[in-house]
């Protein structure tokens, strides 16, 4: 690879790091061509993928970015997975393609410029999707108007029926 060739990768590569709002750095080695295709297939379809490339290049491409805490992981066989939309979908297909394939390794992350272990990442991975997270939000955000509601109509609905309870009690008196 020739001095141009290794600069366009390094532009591509921090463009996409830039971008990315989760990053896994993982040890690959052990891992055949057909296991790495299977886990790009899965990350596609949470916008996310996985980028494997020289650990010079890589300490370059973060330089400047958020992800510059990641650079001391940079050794040996690296494939770093990034993830530009839904982090939470992206960790959990990693996580889900970690139980088959135990030689992918996870040596640290990134969320959004804070470090996380691969504890944290499988933590990450087991919240529920954005959407389940919005209606659960919704759901609460609506008790609050909805019981309020509930208690300004209790008072009304006991004064009708204090009334109806009086005007009961009259007409048994008159009969």
Excluded: C, W
């Amino acid at each position: 690879m020739n001095r141009e060739e290794k600069a366009s990768v390094v532009e591509e590569l921090q463009g996409k790091l830039s971008k990315a709002n989760l990053a896994v750095v993982a040890d690959y080695q052990g891992l055949n061509v057909l296991a790495l295709e299977e886990l790009r297939r899965e990350l596609k379809k949470s916008d996310s993928e996985v980028r494997v490339a020289k650990n010079t290049l890589l300490r370059l491409a973060v330089k400047g970015t958020d992800l510059e805490l990641l650079t001391p992981h940079f050794t040996g066989a690296t494939a770093v997975t990034v993830s530009y939309a839904d982090p939470v979908a992206s960790a959990k297909a990693v996580t889900a393609f970690i139980k088959d394939h135990p030689e992918f390794e996870i040596r640290s992350a990134a969320l959004d410029g804070k470090e996380l272990g691969s504890d944290e990442l499988v933590a990450l991975s087991k919240l529920p999707s954005k959407e389940v997270l919005l209606s659960q939000l919704l759901s609460v955000m609506q008790a609050v108007p909805t019981g309020f509601v509930r208690v300004l109509n209790g008072v009304p609905q006991k004064m009708v029926f204090l009334l109806q309870a009086v005007s009961d009690s009259k007409n048994q008196a008159d009969n």
